[in-house]
């Protein structure tokens, strides 16, 4: 690459207490810390057992970010940037830093991507200093030793159903409340956009993912797909699906459900499906989906701590919901 008129494999800019702004097309982010973008090439592939499929960047960019300002930034993102609760914003701003620090080297290079594999990063958000302000408050705040802080979780919108980190990734059951997200009767998150969710896409994709997956002929055909096997709280763990060889004989495949989605998003985009807490028909060369909830459900529900936030809790009492006897 070629900075300032000097060809050069590295550069760096910045340093812990100041700000980088990067251009590229018409996207403009500005990022704390320092800056460092590299043309290393292959030693810069994520890790593969955590993120399978993805290849070396062109160019790879680090961000060398003091842990706070990353939470803070963090926090505004994973929030959608609206301030008008900030009790529910200090207990997120509270796990999302636990999570910076406890899934430190989720990559070879680096510790954390900025995407929701890990956490949503985009660098400075308008207003930063409100949302340090938010992580400040909770900073002193820690779980008990006896808790493993790689177990606490949050996601968007649980659909109703809060589940264990176990029943996805194995180990033990995670320390947060499982089953139905309510208060009183009330489901908390029932008024996320995401609560009910519809989609469809075509038999072929839901195919062609299968069979890349099983590495079947490319002439095997999806004759039908059926679920073998559900979590505890009833989100969709093991796919089965039958094909038809070319030699005109039957072949069942089975796959995992979370395994499946994610090689299904890398292909034809993330928003088929938004949870695994999912039914589906097939009418023809379409499968149609209904489902509840967006992310995995483990942890505090966002739209549960926000709905408690606004009926007056204090953000240590929304901790203590989702994560009780800590």
Known sequence: MTVNGKAQSTASWGD?????????????????GRISISTAGEQWKPNPSTSPGEKAAELFILNHVPLLDYAACVTAFESGHDPSQPEYLKALGVLVRYYGLSHRKRHV????CDLSHCQVYQGLPPHFSFWRGIIEAGRGFRFPASVDPQSLYFSRCCGGQLESADQFWGGAPSPNRTGPDALEGETLCEGDSFFHWKSSTSVENIES?????????????LQ??????????????TLAAVF?????????????????VSEFGKNYGWRVFPSLLFDFKREGDTYYFS????GHGVGMCQSGALCLAKKGWSWKKILRFYFPNN
């Open 109 to 112: 290079a680096y510790d954390l």
């Open 16 to 32: 812990p207490g100041a700000s980088v702004q990067i251009k590229a097309g018409k996207l403009t982010r500005i990022y704390p």
């Open 244 to 260: 038809e060889l070319p030699s005109g004989e039957t072949q069942e495949i089975r796959e995992n459900v979370q395994k499946f």
């Open 209 to 221: 993912v299968f069979r890349t997956m099983a590495q079947l002929p490319g002439s095997a055909r």
């Open 291 to 294: 489902g509840q909830g967006l």
């Open 224 to 237: 039908s797909m059926s679920v073998v096997e559900k979590t505890t709280h009833g989100r969709n763990k």
